[in-house]
């Protein structure tokens, strides 16, 4: 797994919910099969592509998902997760 710092993982997010919006396939969680395809945001060729909802609550729904691979997946959750928790220790 690329070590990305936060800055850079949202700017890849964005583009890849950029991408995904123009994206032929619809917005809903699916995986892609045994066909690799390209994540875009780590842009490694991954068998475990799928639109993944994140721990987020934003109004447009579209902008709850992303489009990664699991390691991608993985590490923006856990970024969100640490955003929560300092947010909670802030506001209690």
């Known amino acids: 797994m690329a070590d990305y ?4 993982m949202l700017a ?3 583009r ?3 991408e995904m919006q123009a994206a ?4 809903a969680p699916m995986l892609y099969g045994e066909q690799p395809r390209r994540c875009p945001v780590c842009r490694r ?3 475990d592509l799928s639109n993944r ?3 987020t609550m934003y109004v447009e729904d579209a902008s709850n998902w992303m489009l990664s691979c699991s390691g991608c ?3 923006a959750y856990r970024n969100y997760a640490d955003q929560w928790a300092e947010y ?3 506001v209690m």
């Open 24 to 27: 032929p396939f619809p917005s």
């Open 53 to 55: 909802r994140l721990n």
């Open 45 to 47: 060729w991954a068998r």
């Open 16 to 18: 890849s919910m950029a």
């Open 12 to 14: 890849d997010h964005l």
């Open 88 to 90: 909670w220790m802030m």
């Open 5 to 8: 710092d936060y800055e850079q």
């Open 73 to 75: 997946y993985e590490m």
